[in-house]
T-cell receptor
Framework: DAKTTQPPSMDCAEGRAANLPCNHS???????VYWYRQIHSQGPQYIIH???NNETNEMASLIITEDRKSSTLILPHATLRDTAVYYC????????????FGTGTRLTIIP | SAVISQKPSRDICQRGTSLTIQCQVD?????MFWYRQQPGQSLTLIAT?????????ESGFVIDKFPISRPNLTFSTLTVSNMSPEDSSIYLC??????????FGSGTQLSVL
């Protein structure tokens, strides 16, 4: 079973920040939080990951709560091309953990 | 990053036949993964393929149905054997780089009639 909980769908206005929540209350101390997205008919695309500190890259920011039981992916200025299914996943490094994809959040950017 | 090429991109097959899907990576990678995505569903891991060893299959997937080859560090194949309409899915190859990120191919859209 997937170890994360995400809302099934969200809408966001173009140009606004999209904030996607994820609950991972059973995360263990050595597990990372990963975010991927899948644009229709394409393979999933890596966005960002973090362990306990907040992270930012050219695509997004990841905010992880202090207790690590939840996180938020932030797309600062959403565009129509950000319409996709976003997956929040927890796991360790690939030598001893496999990433299990949940059902994700279908984000629709509204013009 | 890694560039992953999958062939074929799509195919329509008859029940009872087999299809071999190829995955080519532009760099040497230790771990490769095969996923299945059934219509409207999330991704499910089929197996992990490491070069020089037998593939490790997840619960519900068996080698006779989904044989995998991994002849070198840049290539792998997945065969979907004795296909039925229930095998209609997108099949995705992925690789792990630096033990931190998965990169995915664009997938193979399989329809079984």
């Amino acid at each position: 079973d997937a170890k994360t909980t995400q809302p099934p769908s969200m809408d966001c206005a173009e140009g606004r920040a999209a904030n996607l929540p994820c609950n991972h209350s059973t995360i263990s101390g050595n597990e990372y939080v990963y975010w991927y997205r899948q644009i229709h008919s394409q393979g999933p695309q890596y966005i960002i990951h973090g362990l306990k500190n907040n992270e930012t890259n050219e695509m997004a920011s990841l905010i992880i709560t202090e207790d690590r039981k939840s996180s938020t992916l932030i797309l600062p200025h959403a565009t129509l091309r950000d319409t996709a299914v976003y997956y929040c996943i927890t796991g360790g490094w690939f030598g001893n953990e496999k990433l299990t994809f949940g059902t994700g959040t279908r984000l629709t950017i509204i013009p | 990053s890694a560039v992953i090429s999958q062939k074929p991109s799509r195919d329509i097959c008859q029940r009872g036949t087999s299809l071999t899907i190829q995955c080519q990576v532009d760099s040497q990678v230790t771990m490769m993964f095969w996923y299945r995505q059934q219509p409207g569903q999330s991704l499910t891991l089929i197996a992990t393929a490491n070069q020089g060893s037998e593939a490790t299959y997840e619960s519900g997937f068996v080698i006779d149905k989904f044989p995998i080859s991994r002849p070198n560090l840049t290539f792998s194949t997945l065969t979907v054997s004795n296909m039925s309409p229930e095998d209609s899915s997108i099949y995705l190859c992925s690789v792990a780089l630096g033990y931190e990120k998965l990169f995915f191919g664009s997938g193979t859209q399989l329809s079984v009639l």
